[in-house]
Structures are given as C-alpha cells and as structure tokens.
C-alpha cells in the first residue's frame, strides 16, 4: 500500500484502535437512545412476560 506500514502485530500503525472503541462505547448508547427508532415489538421471544422460575 504504497510502501506504508499498516498493521503492525494486527494493529493499525497510524491511530489508536483501542482508544476507538473506547470512545464508541462510551458515547453509543447515548447516540442510539437518542436517534428516537422505535421499537416495533418490545418481546419478540415473548421471554419478558414469562414468569421466573426458582431454582429447584
């Protein structure tokens, strides 16, 4: 690619990959909440709604 290193050891040479995903963590949650996408089926595996059962 024109001579450049890209990866070294798997892991872009020129950023911070890590810090990244930190960052898209942290703030992406907020960002989906935020984006107002409604949920068309809150249950679809209707698995809410089923009662717990105790450990025997």
Do not use: T
Not at 19 to 44: E, T, W
Request: positive net charge; aromatic residues 6%; proline residues 12%.
């Amino acid at each position: 690619m024109d001579g450049r290193l890209w990866l070294w050891h798997g892991r872009p040479a020129d950023w911070d990959a890590a810090a990244l995903v930190r960052r898209a963590a942290a703030v992406g949650p907020r960002v989906v909440r935020s984006a107002g996408i409604p949920r068309v089926d809150p249950d679809p595996d209707g698995l809410r709604a089923a009662p717990r059962r105790s450990p025997s």
